[in-house]
């Protein structure tokens, strides 16, 4: 296979445990330039620049395996280890997957090197397929995780072509990863569902943020994408979005595992809070320290 491509098809194939179709999965090309780290945003993506020879490249795309006859998709991890009460869900599942798809996709093709069309679908099968799977699995934050960047991966689409609207579609996927982040926390923190113990955490693939991460992002999502039509509703929000947030400055210092970008973030994005609520909290650190 040639260097100069971005992606190759494993020779190994895949047998998709719900309809036994046979594939190969798409893999991401390392090196020779082809991933040019940029910034990293607020939401902790890593923006990545064009290079000359490949052009943009977009990592987000490849993580999902997908089937490509019904579409059925989980993380590499999970895709094979299904039960088989699991597998029975979802293969019943697969005309409301696929009509749905299509509706906002006129075609899907896994079977050639992904678009962001596909790598949006594939968060979006993600999403639906990790329904059906126990707790085990921990399924609530990887469909949070999924939705964050099905919303990342809208935007590309819109920023190409923007008059198909994919920017309403990321604000549906942003919602759905308000709701997935706050509830994954919520059941760790009673113990109905522990965030995942050999997964990356993410939310991006350049760097774990772990579970600071995690904590941040439910303060982010519900400060930027909670709802605001009830003015008294949303200061409860903001509250709880600041408390959340202020919440990574009680865990320690700029270390190896909590780098200083987290916390650089996180101070923005209280003082916006803040700034919103019409509090005058200069310190975070000592604000949180007072509360």
């Known amino acids: 296979m040639s260097e100069s491509t971005v992606t190759f098809f494993s020779k190994k194939p895949i047998v998709c445990p719900v309809c036994e179709t046979t594939f190969y999965r798409e893999e991401l090309r390392t090196g020779r330039g082809r991933l040019i780290a940029g910034s990293l945003t607020h939401e902790l993506r890593r923006q990545y620049e064009p290079s000359q020879k490949y052009g943009r490249v977009y990592p987000l795309i490849y993580p999902v395996t997908v089937c490509p006859d019904c579409f059925y998709a989980a993380y590499p991890q999970d895709f094979l280890e299904i039960p088989e009460s699991v597998r029975q869900k979802i293969e019943a599942d697969r005309t409301r997957r696929t009509e749905t798809a299509h509706r906002i996709f006129k075609r899907l093709?896994?079977?050639?090197?992904?678009?962001?069309?596909?790598?949006?679908?594939s968060y979006f099968f993600a999403v639906m397929c990790y329904d059906f799977f126990p707790k085990e699995f921990s399924p609530t934050f990887k469909q949070g995780l999924s939705s964050l960047r099905g919303a990342w991966l809208c935007n590309d689409l819109h920023r190409r072509s923007p008059q198909e609207n994919y920017d309403y579609l990321a604000k549906v996927f942003y919602r759905k990863a308000r709701f997935f982040y706050e509830h994954s926390v919520e059941l760790e923190q009673t113990g109905e569902e522990s965030l995942p113990q050999q997964f990356p955490l993410g939310p991006?693939?350049?760097?774990?943020?772990?579970?600071?991460?995690?904590?941040?992002?439910?303060?982010?999502?519900?400060?930027?994408?909670?709802?605001?039509?009830?003015?008294?509703?949303?200061?409860?929000?903001?509250?709880r979005a600041k408390r959340t947030v202020a919440?990574?400055?009680?865990?320690?210092?700029?270390?190896?595992?909590?780098?200083?970008?987290?916390?650089?973030?996180a101070r923005e994005v209280y003082q916006q809070i803040a700034t919103e609520l019409g509090l005058e909290e200069k310190d975070p650190e000592k604000a949180e320290d007072a509360s």
């Open 204 to 239: 991006d693939l350049d760097k774990n943020y772990g579970y600071d991460g995690v904590l941040y992002l439910v303060g982010y999502l519900d400060y930027r994408y909670g709802s605001r039509d009830d003015p008294e509703q949303r200061k409860i929000a903001l509250q």
């Open 247 to 265: 919440k990574i400055f009680g865990m320690g210092k700029a270390s190896k595992n909590k780098p200083q970008a987290i916390l650089d973030n």
């Open 109 to 121: 093709e896994f079977t050639e090197p992904r678009d962001l069309e596909e790598g949006v679908a």
